[in-house]
């Protein structure tokens, strides 16, 4: 019974055996031009996936290299811009001092008419208060009616105690 048991097993395992060939053999006649199709699908995609990703990256990179570029224009742009605005500060300071010292010069002119002005001023009370003082000193001596030398005299004093610089201004 037991070698009739193999016998059936062994013809069972032959059956199977035979069996999964033709199956194999019948999918992979029938069913690898599927499979193959599938795969090449699939490799094409991926193929078109690496082919895409590579032109990204070579966009990417020029993107990054126009970037750049202009970032470094931009850079330039805005220290041209300072220097600029340096110039101009410059400019409007060098205006403000000449300005200045117009202003200045102005001033001080107006401050010599002023001096000069007061100084006549005061040379012309000088020489009024010489002459009431002259003419007080007139009017006492004819008052008095002194004597000629007297008086000649005490008009020598009057003068000389005046100064000289009074009259010759």
Known sequence: MLEAMMAVFNFNSFITALNVFILFFAVGYFGGGMVKKVFSKRQNAITEERETTRQNM?????????????????????????EQAHATARHREELKMQEADIEAKRIVGRAEVEA????????????????DSASVIAGKLIADNMNGEYSDELIKESLNGMGESVWQN
């Open 58 to 82: 070579e966009k990417a990179a020029s993107l990054k290299a126009e970037y750049e570029e202009k970032l470094k224009s931009v850079e330039k742009e805005a220290g041209q811009i300072v």
């Open 116 to 131: 000069e002005l007061e100084k006549k001023r005061v040379n012309d009370e000088i020489k009024q208060e010489i002459i």
